[in-house]
């Protein structure tokens, strides 16, 4: 496309007729982050809010938008976000939280916008309101991190790997097996999916303990590869001699398959083409789980910032061919466990965690944010006595006894240094055990009068993503 500023740089000219695509731009927004950051609750509240607006004091666009409804989306193949189950199953009767991300889907919201200031009086004056397509673009953070797999060799790829996970308790089983394993010997099936098999459920075990690097990213979320040659094979220790026909021999090509057939085709089809990113980060679950988990979480937050600095990747500038991601915003989700009071220590935590990865963005050019937010309050703020304390929690509906419950999840430090670095991986735990025991429902939606919005910062979040493109 070739429009300027405020009017939008990508028009869809393979999907809409010429002067259609000349009037109506598109922003493409890509929504990520690991398994359970808060993908999928993100996107069904944004869309809710967009639809029906008003909840969002702090969006300035919101007052011009004159309509928002959905549309079918313009790329045929790709499976459709199903917004209507999501808010279906958090605005039911007994509200639940959805089905989480498994692979890439995507939903078109179009929106009426009223143009803005004294040019766009003119122009709104002549053509009236016109229409911007967002098309929201899901996809799990796992599969941007297999970036880093495309400069490896399988043979690079396993030692790193092995040599990462060799002391991870999650990882025993797997190792004990790898090691037993001669890769020189001649391929027999079953053990190949002997070690994938291990090798994948060690990646889940990992996950699951708040590892955050766990590669390759479709042995987590497979779809409808799951069982294919290409998501069979696991590192290995390189053997004396690798012989043609043999285990180690055929683990090679199935790598170098993933990175053709999977890698390749999922950043060249879908990343290349997405306008701003939201990047999606659990902070308080790694916090809760550990230094380790948090440390991991800031070294897999540089690899994936490593994906929107094109000059660094050889493939993506090519893929890229100028286009570029020009802002990316980082957001700590479910802020509503704490107290509104620990919000600011929370972004700066998340800021802290970012500070290498977004010095990477902002050499790219890409404009980044960090905030806390909640895309669903589940929890209610209060002040409560505790032992002559007085202490700020936050209650809510708890999911598996529907009983009421309080949480104080913890003090965060006010010197984000206390969590991040070096000094501190020894230690345990921050957050109070309460913290995971806590699992609130979501919150029936009563809106009465003087409540809050149903969320916290979603309206800034759209600001920064969106507020200039509807001008
Ligand atoms: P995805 O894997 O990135 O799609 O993650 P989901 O959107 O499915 O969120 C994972 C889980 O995080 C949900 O099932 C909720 O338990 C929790 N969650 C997500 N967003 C919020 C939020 O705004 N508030 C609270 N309290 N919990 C949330």
Redesign the pocket.
């Known amino acids: 496309g070739g429009l300027t500023g405020g009017i939008g740089r990508r028009v869809d000219a393979a999907v809409a007729g010429v002067s259609e695509a000349l009037f109506e731009p598109v922003i493409r927004l890509g929504v990520t ?10 996107i069904t ?1 944004l869309v809710a809010n967009l639809l029906d607006r008003g909840r969002m004091p702090q969006f300035s666009a919101a007052g011009r938008i004159e309509a928002a409804f959905l549309q079918p989306q313009p790329d045929d193949t790709l499976p459709r976000f199903d917004y209507e189950a999501h808010l279906g199953a958090l605005t039911g009767a007994t509200p639940h ?5 498994r692979a890439i889907s995507e939903l078109r919201l179009s929106l009426r916008v009223q143009p803005s200031g004294f040019l766009g009086g003119l122009i709104g004056g002549l053509t009236g309101p016109r229409t911007v397509h967002l098309d929201i673009i ?1 996809y ?1 953070g796992e599969w941007l991190l297999d970036l880093s797999l495309l400069g490896k060799t399988y043979a690079e790829w396993s030692e790193l790997t092995l040599e990462r996970i060799a002391h991870r308790t999650q990882a025993a089983e797997f190792m004990a097996i790898a090691r037993a394993e001669d890769g020189g010997l001649r391929l027999e099936e079953p053990r190949a999916q002997v070690l994938a098999v291990a090798f994948t459920a060690y990646l889940q075990a990992a996950r699951g303990a708040g590892w955050s690097d766990c590669t390759p990213g479709r042995f987590l979320l497979p779809g409808d590869l799951a069982g294919s040659p290409v998501l069979t094979f696991a590192p290995l220790p390189k053997p004396g001699s690798v012989p043609r026909g043999s285990l180690y021999r055929e683990m090679d090509r199935r790598f170098a398959a993933y990175k053709s057939l999977v890698i390749k085709p999922f950043f060249r089809d879908h990343f290349a083409r997405i306008d701003r990113q939201v990047v ?1 980060m ?1 902070v308080l679950g790694a916090i809760h789980a550990g230094p380790m988990a948090l440390e991991d979480m800031r070294r897999t937050m540089a690899e994936i910032l490593g994906a929107f600095r094109p000059g660094q990747n050889g493939f993506i500038s090519s893929i890229l061919m100028g286009r570029r991601v020009d802002k990316i915003l980082f957001a700590a ?5 704490l107290h509104h009071s620990q919000h600011p220590k929370l972004t700066a935590i998340t800021q802290a965690l970012l500070r290498e990865a977004r010095d990477r963005a902002a050499f790219a050019g890409a404009e980044t944010q960090a905030m806390s ?7 209610v703020e209060e002040v409560r006595e505790h032992g002559g304390e007085t202490l700020d929690v936050v209650r ?1 509906t708890l ?1 598996d006894t529907g009983k009421q419950a309080a949480m104080f999840a913890g003090l965060l430090p006010d010197d984000p240094n206390h969590l991040i670095g070096p000094a501190r991986k020894g230690e345990a735990a921050w957050l109070d055990s309460d913290y995971t025991v806590m ?2 429902a ?1 919150a029936r939606l009563t809106l009465r009068p003087g409540d809050g919005p149903p ?2 910062r979603l309206d800034r979040a759209a600001e920064f993503l969106l507020a200039d493109r509807l001008g």
Request: without cysteine; proline residues 8%.
């Open positions: 982050g690991l398994s359970r950051a808060g993908k999928t609750v993100f509240s939280w959805p089905a989480s991300t899901d799990p999606l659990d989700t479910k802020a509503d466990h937010l909640a895309a669903l309050r589940a929890t809510g999911l699992n609130f979501p969320h916290i």
